[in-house]
């Protein structure tokens, strides 16, 4: 089975600083995807960047990527230049291969972005 | 493109009542979920469609919950009766397919249905 988890219910970070989101997963299948995903007050789960697990570089859009440390089994988030629109919850989620879609979802980051 | 469409976007009712949540997926999606995302957790998934068949429904109470996707496009998602535990928001996603060759099959969201049964 799979399993994800992320340790900070909550997080504060300044305006235009950076800031990590912790993800660390549970898989004995070699070929799985991870996501995060941002959820902001209105509910709608955003999709923000993909990591494979046979991808050789770690994943990057925009101010996003994603720090992937495959022996450990982290895909920490990390955000740059934070702004205020980043106010929401994160949520890291992984997707084993031949499985049906089914994506397993940890509990979520509050990120509050401050002045 | 337009997005995932939900309706409505609350409800209120009282337990042992029914009722009914729509979604409209992603043009050209083959792939339509919908996942219960109770207050302080992820969303886990309820059922699976591929086109209009069911793909995988393991986590879905079968004996008050429902959902159908008819001609392969928007699909219903019912429960009857409802129980206080059903208080949720109810997120409907798609994807293009089933993604089963490799894992990188991107699901797309759409704003959710929060349900509160009194």
């Known amino acids: 089975a799979q399993k994800i988890t992320q340790t900070q219910p909550g997080m504060f970070v300044q305006e235009k600083e950076a800031v990590t989101l912790d993800c660390t997963y549970d898989?004995?299948?070699?070929?799985?995807?991870l996501f995060w995903y941002k959820q902001p007050s209105s509910g709608e789960m955003i999709f923000l960047i993909y990591?494979?697990?046979?991808?050789?570089q770690n994943a990057t859009e925009g101010r996003y990527s994603l720090n992937f440390q495959k022996a450990r089994k982290s895909a920490n988030l990390v955000i740059s230049a934070s702004q205020l629109g980043d106010s929401a919850m994160y949520f890291c989620?992984?997707?084993?291969?031949?499985?049906?879609?089914?994506?397993?979802f940890g509990t979520g980051t509050r990120l509050q972005v401050t002045l | 493109e337009a997005g995932v469409a939900q309706s409505p976007r609350y409800k209120i009712i009282e337990k042992r009542q029914s009722v009914a949540f729509w979604c409209n997926p992603i043009?050209?999606?083959?792939?339509l979920y919908w996942y219960q995302q109770i207050l302080g957790q992820g969303p886990k998934l309820l059922i699976q469609?591929?086109?209009?068949?069911?793909?995988?429904d393991s986590q879905l109470p079968k004996d008050r919950f429902s959902a159908e996707r008819l001609k392969g496009v928007d699909s219903t998602l019912k429960i009857q009766p409802a129980k206080l535990e059903d208080s949720a928001v109810y997120l409907c996603?798609?994807?293009?397919?089933?993604?089963?060759?490799?894992?990188?099959?991107?699901?797309?969201f759409g704003a959710g249905t929060r349900l509160s049964v009194l």
């Open positions: 996603a798609s994807s293009l397919a089933g993604g089963r060759e490799t894992p990188k099959n991107i699901q797309y």
């Open positions: 898989t004995s299948d070699p070929s799985y995807g």
């Open positions: 990591q494979g697990s046979y991808d050789q």
């Open positions: 989620a992984m997707r084993v291969t031949g499985t049906a879609s089914k994506l397993t």
């Open positions: 043009s050209g999606h083959a792939t």
């Open positions: 469609f591929q086109n209009n068949g069911v793909v995988d």
